[in-house]
């Protein structure tokens, strides 16, 4: 009886939360979910993680009461569904709509709020902390490709935060690439990768950068790169 009980209070809690971050939820016809994807260990350098913090930053202030917001995070080929739910607040209301609907509390709309920015602040902090740890950066644009295979991405706004850079190099030394040119082309069938129709928010765009990624396509060899990458900066 004692765990028939302990099954049915878990289950409520889970019911709770879910109703919890579905009651501020626009109509799915108002508004667009915001996906953010989050590759916090390709964020090696301060630069990198000044454009990460000053992109993410600008979406954020887009972020509106009912808007719904998921942040995934990736490490190597795994992703992670962080946050899933919709921005906390109540719809603006004249005061006689206030009296008769009384469905939102702003106080309590306001302390879901803090919840909410606290719990994404520690989301972003964390993925920060990681950057640096060792990474294949293949096995990124893996993760990515796995996520959103068979997803449907006409019906929400994606945005992409990875750096574009392969592990422990320096975007200004064009020899610092050599190592991870080698791995790659050694271990893996560049052919193979695909990845779905997104947009990469604030990658690092020095030109060895940009050339360690041309290079991969192996002179247009059938066996070389196919992927054309879409970016998009926004400071």
Sequence with gaps: MFRLLSIFFVFNLISLGVLASEK??????TSK?????????SYQNKDDKRAF??????????FKAGNKIRI?????????????QCVPGCPKKDFLDKLIDTNCSVQVAKKDMVIFKNRYSKI?????????????????????????????LSNQKTYIFH???????????KNSFNKNFVQITQNFDLS?????????????RSKNTLQFWDDLK??????????????KVID
């Design 24 to 29: 501020y939820c626009l109509k799915k016809e």
């Design 163 to 173: 750096s574009l850079l392969p592990y422990n190099v320096d975007p200004n030394d």
């Design 53 to 62: 913090l000053n992109g993410l930053n600008k979406i954020s202030q887009s």
């Design 72 to 84: 995934v995070t990736h490490k190597n080929e795994n992703a992670k569904i962080q946050i899933d």
């Design 124 to 152: 972003i902090k964390s993925e920060l902390a990681r950057g640096g740890n060792e990474y294949s950066v293949i096995d990124h644009l893996f993760s990515l490709d796995n996520y959103y295979r068979g997803r449907n």
């Design 192 to 204: 193979e990768i695909s990845l779905p129709d997104v947009t990469f928010i604030n990658p690092n």
């Design 33 to 41: 979910p915001i996906v953010i994807n989050i590759f916090g260990e």
């Design 218 to 231: 192996l002179d247009g060899n059938e066996s070389g790169l196919q992927v054309n990458f879409q970016t």
